[in-house]
């Protein structure tokens, strides 16, 4: 019998959703074992039935529910509570998800703050009050799904790489154990390390130094160039089999898409000493609070009076 799988996305880009549609030949091996029963991105689906005449919000009973996304408001808590209900297995699925993603920057502002900005203060909108019928009130912050409800499994990313999802798809399909490594980027990155660094930090914008298609060996390693890269404090994996990490193959800094190394780990702490240990000053960082916190700003990392430091 094949396996029903339920998808949601709560507060997303729609990257990993893409993603999901992008896992190519690995799918098409997997599909003869899966039945979507819901997924929005691709099949309409209506949360109160057809013609809204349900009472409540409801989603099918599923085997495998994937959820992407944070929790930024009422709707998202209230539709991971039914995915949670509904689906015997919940896998989180990116880093908005997981550690609160991109959205999760909105907990340096209090909710009254941001609606100032959105409603009142762009100079492309004349100000109005936020409105509060018939939309979904804001949460006070943003909250990771497993801070909502349990959540079995977690793959990060931004977006999830698609191999990292077949993997742990067909793991489950095989009953076998889907393990994230605990292990930095820099453990798989191939670039040249001296120890040493250059003495100042230099401005994103720069660019790094190599050659065009020179081989990644001979190229220096970024933050040894200058480049603030938060591979030291950044969990491995977005490489796939290929083992070379993502932005690093691309010949840009890694932005600390995965989330800490392990569960717990702080990574602002672990990209100070990174940092101090070839001798850079981590103070000279601009907005450091949210650049060493850029994905992961939910379970409390991200707090209003640290967006005013
Ligand atoms: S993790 Fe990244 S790609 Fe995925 S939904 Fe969030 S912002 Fe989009
Ligand atoms: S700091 Fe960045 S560039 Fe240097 S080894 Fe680590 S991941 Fe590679
Ligand atoms: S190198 Fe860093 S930012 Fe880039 S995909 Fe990998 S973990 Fe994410």
Redesign the pocket.
């Known amino acids: 019998m094949a396996v029903r799988v339920a998808e949601e996305w709560l507060a997303t880009c729609g990257g990993c959703e893409v993603t999901l549609l992008d896992v190519g030949m690995p799918l098409l091996d997997l599909l003869p074992s899966l039945e979507f029963v819901h997924m929005p991105v691709i099949m309409d689906h209506k949360y109160y039935g057809q013609t809204g005449e349900q009472e409540g919000l409801e989603i099918p009973e599923a085997d495998v529910g994937l959820i992407s996304g944070s929790v930024h408001n009422k709707e998202n808590r209230h539709v991971a509570e039914e995915m949670r209900k509904k689906c015997k297995t919940l896998i989180a699925v990116g880093s908005c998800a997981n550690y609160g993603g991109i959205p999760g920057m909105n907990n340096l502002f209090t909710v009254a703050e941001i609606a100032k900005v959105v409603y009142q203060d762009t100079p492309s909108t004349d100000a109005a009050p936020m409105p509060t019928n018939e939309i979904p009130g804001l949460e006070d912050r943003v909250y990771a799904v497993s801070e909502v409800v349990k959540v079995d499994l977690k793959i990060p990313g931004c977006p999830t790489p698609p191999e990292m999802l077949a993997e742990a798809l067909t793991c489950l399909l095989e009953g076998k154990e889907f393990k994230l490594e605990e292990r930095?980027?820099?453990d798989?990155?191939?670039?040249k390390?001296e120890k040493k660094a250059v003495t100042f930090i230099k401005r994103p914008l720069e660019s790094v130094e190599f050659i065009p298609g020179q081989p990644l060996q001979e190229v220096r390693?970024?933050?040894?160039?200058g480049?603030f890269?938060?591979?030291?404090a950044?969990r491995s994996g977005c490489g796939g089999s290929e083992k070379v990490?993502r932005c690093?193959k691309a010949y840009m800094?890694?932005r600390g898409c995965f989330g800490p190394i392990r569960e717990g780990a702080n990574p602002m702490v672990d990209m100070m000493g990174?940092l101090s240990s070839i001798g850079l000053n981590p103070r000279e960082i601009p907005d450091r609070v949210p650049t060493f916190n850029r994905f992961i700003g939910a379970q409390n990392r991200l707090r209003p009076s640290m967006g005013r430091r």
């Open positions: 930095s980027v820099c798989e990155c191939p670039l390390r390693c970024f933050m040894e160039q480049f890269c938060q591979g030291p950044t990490p690093i800094p890694c990174a």
